[in-house]
Protein backbone atom coordinates (compact mmCIF):
# COMPACT_ATOMS: atom_id res chain seq x y z
CA UNK A 1 0.00 0.00 0.00
CA UNK A 2 2.65 2.33 0.88
CA UNK A 3 4.18 1.85 -2.53
CA UNK A 4 1.09 2.57 -3.99
CA UNK A 5 0.58 6.01 -2.28
CA UNK A 6 4.50 6.54 -3.52
CA UNK A 7 3.54 6.06 -7.04
CA UNK A 8 0.53 7.72 -6.98
CA UNK A 9 2.55 11.10 -5.46
CA UNK A 10 4.94 10.68 -7.99
CA UNK A 11 2.48 10.12 -11.09
CA UNK A 12 1.20 13.53 -10.02
CA UNK A 13 3.87 15.61 -9.76
CA UNK A 14 4.95 14.35 -13.50
CA UNK A 15 1.40 15.26 -14.69
CA UNK A 16 1.39 18.64 -13.18
CA UNK A 17 4.91 19.14 -14.64
CA UNK A 18 6.17 20.38 -10.78
CA UNK A 19 9.67 20.23 -9.75
CA UNK A 20 9.98 20.98 -6.20
CA UNK A 21 13.35 22.47 -6.48
CA UNK A 22 12.41 24.62 -9.31
CA UNK A 23 8.81 26.40 -7.56
CA UNK A 24 9.83 29.83 -8.53
CA UNK A 25 10.61 31.06 -11.54
CA UNK A 26 14.81 32.51 -11.81
CA UNK A 27 15.05 36.17 -12.50
CA UNK A 28 18.44 38.45 -12.53
CA UNK A 29 17.41 41.19 -10.36
CA UNK A 30 14.25 41.77 -8.23
CA UNK A 31 13.64 45.67 -7.78
CA UNK A 32 11.23 47.80 -6.69
CA UNK A 33 11.08 51.26 -8.00
CA UNK A 34 9.92 53.52 -4.89
CA UNK A 35 8.85 56.66 -6.14
CA UNK A 36 8.18 59.89 -4.10
CA UNK A 37 4.76 61.47 -4.37
CA UNK A 38 4.79 63.75 -1.09
CA UNK A 39 3.25 67.31 -1.78
CA UNK A 40 6.47 68.78 -2.98
CA UNK A 41 5.65 66.52 -6.22
CA UNK A 42 3.17 68.96 -7.76
CA UNK A 43 1.20 67.72 -10.94
CA UNK A 44 4.03 68.79 -13.35
CA UNK A 45 6.30 67.58 -11.72
CA UNK A 46 4.19 64.20 -11.10
CA UNK A 47 3.24 63.80 -14.94
CA UNK A 48 7.05 63.95 -16.19
CA UNK A 49 8.73 61.48 -13.16
CA UNK A 50 5.73 59.33 -14.76
CA UNK A 51 6.27 59.95 -18.36
CA UNK A 52 10.40 59.36 -17.40
CA UNK A 53 9.78 56.18 -16.21
CA UNK A 54 7.66 54.83 -19.17
CA UNK A 55 9.83 56.29 -21.37
CA UNK A 56 13.15 54.20 -19.73
CA UNK A 57 11.55 51.04 -19.99
CA UNK A 58 11.10 51.27 -23.89
CA UNK A 59 14.21 52.51 -24.17
CA UNK A 60 16.62 50.13 -26.21
CA UNK A 61 19.79 49.91 -23.87
CA UNK A 62 17.52 49.49 -20.62
CA UNK A 63 16.23 46.10 -22.94
CA UNK A 64 19.55 45.15 -24.08
CA UNK A 65 20.89 45.28 -20.84
CA UNK A 66 17.97 43.19 -19.65
CA UNK A 67 18.58 40.37 -22.18
CA UNK A 68 22.30 40.33 -21.21
CA UNK A 69 21.86 39.10 -17.78
CA UNK A 70 22.16 34.85 -17.29
CA UNK A 71 18.49 35.19 -16.81
CA UNK A 72 17.71 36.80 -19.51
CA UNK A 73 15.11 39.14 -17.57
CA UNK A 74 14.35 41.35 -14.07
CA UNK A 75 11.30 41.44 -12.42
CA UNK A 76 10.01 44.51 -11.06
CA UNK A 77 7.30 46.50 -9.46
CA UNK A 78 6.59 50.47 -8.98
CA UNK A 79 4.87 51.59 -5.66
CA UNK A 80 4.10 55.61 -4.98
CA UNK A 81 4.88 56.62 -1.36
CA UNK A 82 4.34 59.75 0.83
CA UNK A 83 3.67 59.76 4.21
CA UNK A 84 4.30 56.97 7.20
CA UNK A 85 0.30 55.58 6.10
CA UNK A 86 0.21 56.64 2.28
CA UNK A 87 1.71 53.68 0.36
CA UNK A 88 0.16 51.83 -2.76
CA UNK A 89 1.25 49.43 -5.33
CA UNK A 90 1.37 50.79 -9.20
CA UNK A 91 2.04 47.71 -10.61
CA UNK A 92 2.35 44.55 -9.04
CA UNK A 93 5.35 42.57 -9.74
CA UNK A 94 5.88 42.28 -13.51
CA UNK A 95 8.61 39.97 -15.62
CA UNK A 96 10.06 42.21 -17.85
CA UNK A 97 11.70 39.78 -20.84
CA UNK A 98 11.83 41.83 -24.56
CA UNK A 99 10.43 45.18 -25.55
CA UNK A 100 6.86 43.44 -25.49
CA UNK A 101 6.71 43.22 -21.92
CA UNK A 102 8.54 46.11 -20.78
CA UNK A 103 6.34 48.36 -23.06
CA UNK A 104 3.23 46.89 -21.47
CA UNK A 105 4.94 48.00 -18.04
CA UNK A 106 5.47 51.30 -19.63
CA UNK A 107 2.10 52.00 -20.37
CA UNK A 108 0.65 50.17 -17.22
CA UNK A 109 2.95 53.72 -15.66
CA UNK A 110 1.34 56.43 -17.64
CA UNK A 111 -2.80 54.60 -17.35
CA UNK A 112 -2.54 54.63 -13.34
CA UNK A 113 -4.00 57.26 -11.27
CA UNK A 114 -1.95 59.46 -8.65
CA UNK A 115 -3.04 58.07 -4.75
CA UNK A 116 -2.08 60.96 -2.65
CA UNK A 117 0.05 63.58 -1.75
CA UNK A 118 0.97 63.98 1.85
CA UNK A 119 4.02 64.51 3.61
CA UNK A 120 7.70 62.95 2.86
CA UNK A 121 8.32 59.70 4.97
CA UNK A 122 11.34 58.05 2.74
CA UNK A 123 11.63 55.39 5.93
CA UNK A 124 8.31 54.31 5.36
CA UNK A 125 9.05 53.99 1.72
CA UNK A 126 11.66 51.68 2.06
CA UNK A 127 9.81 49.54 4.70
CA UNK A 128 6.88 49.28 1.80
CA UNK A 129 9.49 48.54 -0.38
CA UNK A 130 10.66 45.47 1.60
CA UNK A 131 7.72 44.51 2.37
CA UNK A 132 7.17 44.17 -1.57
CA UNK A 133 10.47 42.14 -1.90
CA UNK A 134 9.54 39.85 0.50
CA UNK A 135 6.10 38.13 -1.07
CA UNK A 136 7.83 38.95 -4.82
CA UNK A 137 7.14 35.20 -6.34
CA UNK A 138 10.23 34.87 -8.01
CA UNK A 139 13.90 33.85 -7.33
CA UNK A 140 16.90 35.69 -7.48
CA UNK A 141 20.13 36.20 -5.46
CA UNK A 142 19.96 40.21 -6.16
CA UNK A 143 17.40 42.70 -5.05
CA UNK A 144 17.33 46.72 -4.56
CA UNK A 145 15.49 49.31 -4.10
CA UNK A 146 15.15 51.98 -6.30
CA UNK A 147 14.35 55.27 -3.85
CA UNK A 148 13.59 58.24 -6.01
CA UNK A 149 12.44 61.86 -4.64
CA UNK A 150 12.97 65.50 -4.04
CA UNK A 151 13.43 66.00 -0.48
CA UNK A 152 14.34 64.80 2.78
CA UNK A 153 12.29 62.65 5.56
CA UNK A 154 10.02 64.79 7.55
CA UNK A 155 8.06 62.36 9.10
CA UNK A 156 7.79 58.67 10.17
CA UNK A 157 11.23 57.44 11.94
CA UNK A 158 15.00 58.14 10.88
CA UNK A 159 14.77 57.11 7.27
CA UNK A 160 18.81 55.49 8.26
CA UNK A 161 17.33 53.00 10.61
CA UNK A 162 15.50 51.71 7.40
CA UNK A 163 17.88 51.55 5.19
CA UNK A 164 20.40 49.73 7.53
CA UNK A 165 17.70 47.27 8.19
CA UNK A 166 17.16 46.58 4.81
CA UNK A 167 20.92 46.71 4.19
CA UNK A 168 21.13 43.89 6.75
CA UNK A 169 18.93 41.52 4.77
CA UNK A 170 21.34 41.86 1.76
CA UNK A 171 18.89 44.33 -0.13
CA UNK A 172 20.87 47.12 -1.93
CA UNK A 173 18.93 50.89 -2.20
CA UNK A 174 19.92 53.32 -4.52
CA UNK A 175 18.83 56.30 -5.07
CA UNK A 176 17.84 58.83 -7.81
CA UNK A 177 17.50 62.63 -6.37
CA UNK A 178 15.94 65.37 -8.29
CA UNK A 179 16.92 68.93 -7.52
CA UNK A 180 14.59 71.68 -6.83
CA UNK A 181 16.20 74.70 -8.89
CA UNK A 182 15.46 77.90 -7.47
CA UNK A 183 14.65 76.94 -4.13
CA UNK A 184 11.10 76.34 -3.33
CA UNK A 185 10.25 79.27 -0.83
CA UNK A 186 7.49 76.54 0.72
CA UNK A 187 9.93 73.91 1.14
CA UNK A 188 13.25 75.07 0.88
CA UNK A 189 14.42 73.36 3.50
CA UNK A 190 12.91 70.03 2.78
CA UNK A 191 14.30 69.88 -0.93
CA UNK A 192 17.78 71.75 -0.45
CA UNK A 193 18.38 70.25 2.90
CA UNK A 194 22.53 71.25 4.67
CA UNK A 195 25.05 69.74 2.63
CA UNK A 196 22.60 69.22 -0.65
CA UNK A 197 20.50 66.58 -1.77
CA UNK A 198 22.45 63.93 -3.00
CA UNK A 199 24.66 64.24 0.00
CA UNK A 200 21.75 63.54 2.60
CA UNK A 201 20.32 60.11 0.40
CA UNK A 202 24.21 59.34 0.28
CA UNK A 203 24.45 59.62 3.98
CA UNK A 204 21.11 58.66 5.15
CA UNK A 205 19.03 57.08 2.37
CA UNK A 206 21.36 54.58 -0.07
CA UNK A 207 23.37 51.87 0.87
CA UNK A 208 24.33 47.94 0.69
CA UNK A 209 27.08 46.35 -2.15
CA UNK A 210 27.48 49.20 -5.29
CA UNK A 211 24.98 51.31 -3.95
CA UNK A 212 24.99 54.58 -5.57
CA UNK A 213 22.84 57.78 -6.35
CA UNK A 214 22.03 59.69 -9.86
CA UNK A 215 21.36 63.07 -9.85
CA UNK A 216 18.71 64.44 -11.73
CA UNK A 217 19.39 68.57 -12.16
CA UNK A 218 15.52 69.25 -12.47
CA UNK A 219 12.35 66.86 -13.00
CA UNK A 220 12.67 67.69 -16.93
CA UNK A 221 15.83 65.29 -16.93
CA UNK A 222 14.16 62.83 -14.74
CA UNK A 223 13.75 60.32 -17.80
CA UNK A 224 17.33 60.81 -18.91
CA UNK A 225 18.57 59.85 -15.00
CA UNK A 226 16.13 56.88 -14.65
CA UNK A 227 17.67 55.47 -17.93
CA UNK A 228 21.18 55.32 -16.87
CA UNK A 229 20.12 54.71 -13.49
CA UNK A 230 18.31 51.27 -14.83
CA UNK A 231 21.24 50.34 -16.78
CA UNK A 232 23.61 50.86 -13.91
CA UNK A 233 21.40 48.57 -11.86
CA UNK A 234 21.06 45.80 -14.04
CA UNK A 235 24.56 45.99 -14.94
CA UNK A 236 26.30 46.16 -11.33
CA UNK A 237 28.54 43.27 -10.44
CA UNK A 238 26.43 40.63 -8.56
CA UNK A 239 26.60 41.18 -4.66
CA UNK A 240 27.81 38.93 -1.97
CA UNK A 241 25.47 36.06 -2.30
CA UNK A 242 22.58 35.28 -0.51
CA UNK A 243 21.52 31.43 0.43
CA UNK A 244 21.89 29.78 -2.62
CA UNK A 245 18.96 27.51 -4.40
CA UNK A 246 19.34 24.69 -6.40
CA UNK A 247 17.65 26.93 -9.32
CA UNK A 248 19.90 29.85 -8.56
CA UNK A 249 22.32 30.66 -11.64
CA UNK A 250 26.39 31.59 -10.00
CA UNK A 251 27.66 33.05 -12.06
CA UNK A 252 27.87 36.60 -13.36
CA UNK A 253 27.93 37.92 -17.07
CA UNK A 254 30.34 40.21 -17.65
CA UNK A 255 28.77 41.85 -20.47
CA UNK A 256 26.61 43.29 -18.15
CA UNK A 257 28.87 45.41 -17.11
CA UNK A 258 29.93 46.85 -20.60
CA UNK A 259 26.41 47.71 -20.74
CA UNK A 260 26.65 50.69 -18.70
CA UNK A 261 28.04 52.49 -21.69
CA UNK A 262 30.06 55.40 -19.13
CA UNK A 263 28.25 54.84 -15.98
CA UNK A 264 30.73 53.99 -12.88
CA UNK A 265 29.26 52.63 -9.90
CA UNK A 266 30.63 51.40 -6.53
CA UNK A 267 32.93 52.79 -3.65
CA UNK A 268 35.70 53.35 -6.47
CA UNK A 269 34.54 56.28 -9.03
CA UNK A 270 34.29 59.60 -8.40
CA UNK A 271 31.41 61.22 -10.29
CA UNK A 272 30.16 60.88 -14.21
CA UNK A 273 28.27 63.45 -16.46
CA UNK A 274 25.89 61.96 -18.06
CA UNK A 275 23.17 63.19 -20.77
CA UNK A 276 25.25 66.91 -19.89
CA UNK A 277 22.73 67.59 -16.31
CA UNK A 278 22.48 64.26 -14.97
CA UNK A 279 25.38 62.94 -12.65
CA UNK A 280 26.01 59.69 -10.67
CA UNK A 281 27.17 60.03 -7.32
CA UNK A 282 28.50 56.97 -5.62
CA UNK A 283 28.53 55.98 -2.03
CA UNK A 284 32.17 56.96 -0.55
CA UNK A 285 33.77 54.09 1.14
Not at 133 to 151: E, F, M, N
Not at 153 to 165: I, K, M
Request: with cysteine; hydrophobic share 45%.
Amino acid sequence: MRVLRTLAVVGLIAIAGWTPTCAAEGVDLLLVLAADISRSVDEVKFQLQRSGYAAAFSDSRVIEAIRSGPNRRIAVTLVEWSGPLSQKIVIDWMVISDDKTARLFGDHIVEASRAFADSTSISAGIDFAMTQLDRAPYQTSRRAIDVSGDGDNNAGRNATGARDEAIAKGVTINGLVTLTEPPSLSYSNHTNPPGGLANYYRDNVIGGPGAFVVVAENFNSFGDAIIKKLIAEIAQAVPQRRASTPCAISRASARLRRKLAGVKTGAWATSVSLMGRVKVAPTSS
